[in-house]
């Protein structure tokens, strides 16, 4: 079965061309608005037709749970049964979705719930735009965009899944769709040089954010096995290539560990690593996923923070959201898997 979501605009009226031009539109309308096609003025020996071939609405709400600040965590549900995970966060400066680009993970990374049960599969690109029609839908008019932002950190390694999150900017940027501006979309990696040089040449205009968490590569190996593959330094050099191509800031993500990555020879390398490069870190607080590993306690984050600034190196805290309500990626999804094993 065909997603007819994977599909553009001049796509659908190629790949529906047997009916009417307009009928293209209409259905890509209904996808943008996440309907199915009992939602739609459809002739009906027309959606047996599409029935037949093509999924319309590949993903549903299986559980929302709303946290105490407005932050809601969406467990969905695939057409083939699988769950993923997305974010809806109320913020001052727009709302943002925080979206899964895979079906689980496999870069086992020791401080991410997502990786827990490895990867099952990709998510191809009609998925993912239909995540965000889904939750666009659900948090006020279907017809309208009720969302400023978007950031890929939900489950997964988006560049392990580089085809389809490519195809996806593609769709979501559409002026005939939701149109959002690439300068509002935020693409964390773990850190795939090969990747990062690949997509520093198609010139997009978005955030690209690096999971960083260490600042030795014999640290980083013991929590981010992609350690293994690439060196910080391949990964700054790769970042410089981004800057170079695209003129955008680049972010490292940092999530504070006790006794791990928050020393004071820590921020002296941070210091050596951010040097040279156009760059912010993105400091954040460990949310504990059952492992073995302890967060620092927000008070000294600020403190870690305060000293970043202070050595020079731009640096911020990121707001905890959602934390009531299992908020970090995976957390909700592996309590389910667990809970149905």
Not at 265 to 286: F, M
Not at 300 to 328: H, M, P, W, Y
Request: hydrophobic share 35%; aromatic share 8%.
């Amino acid at each position: 079965m065909k997603i007819l979501s994977d599909y553009s605009l001049d796509e659908l009226q190629v790949e529906l061309a047997d009916f009417p031009k307009f009928r293209a539109k209409q259905i890509f309308d209904a996808i943008i608005q996440s309907k199915d096609y009992s939602d739609i003025a459809l002739p009906k020996d027309m959606i047996n037709k599409l029935k037949e071939n093509y999924i319309l609405k590949p993903i549903e709400i299986y559980k929302t749970l709303v946290g105490k600040d407005g932050t809601k965590k969406y467990l969905l549900k695939l057409y083939d049964e699988n769950l993923i995970e997305c974010v809806f966060l109320h913020q001052s400066y727009g709302n943002t979705i925080c979206m899964s680009t895979q079906v689980g993970c496999r870069m086992g990374c020791k401080f991410c719930a997502s990786t827990l049960n490895g990867l099952i599969r990709n998510l191809t690109a009609g998925e993912m735009l239909s995540t965000i029609a889904l939750v666009n839908a659900d948090n006020g008019k279907s017809n309208t965009r009720n969302f400023t932002n978007i950031v890929l950190m939900g489950s997964g390694e988006p560049f392990d899944n580089y085809a389809n999150v490519v195809k996806w900017l593609d769709l979501i940027t559409d002026k005939n769709g939701f149109n959002v501006s690439e300068r509002n979309i935020s693409i964390s990696t773990c850190g795939l040089v090969d990747k990062i040089y690949e997509f520093s040449k198609l010139n997009y205009n978005i955030t690209l954010c690096v999971s960083l968490h260490a600042t030795t590569d014999e640290i980083r190996r013991t929590i981010m096995p992609i350690a293994n593959r690439y060196t910080i330094n391949e990964i700054v050099e790769a970042l410089k290539q981004y800057v170079k191509e695209n003129s955008r800031r680049v972010v490292f993500e940092y999530c504070l560990i006790k006794d791990v990555n928050d020393r004071e020879e820590d921020i002296i390398n941070l210091k050596k690593i951010t040097a040279h490069l156009l760059c912010h870190v993105n400091v954040i607080c460990l949310n504990p996923n059952g492992g073995s590993l302890k967060a620092t306690t927000r008070k000294e984050a600020i403190d870690f923070v305060n000293r970043l600034n202070k050595n020079g190196i731009s640096a911020t805290l990121r707001r905890s959201q959602g934390e009531d309500i299992a908020g970090a990626c995976g957390m909700l999804r592996a309590k389910s898997l667990k809970q149905k094993s």
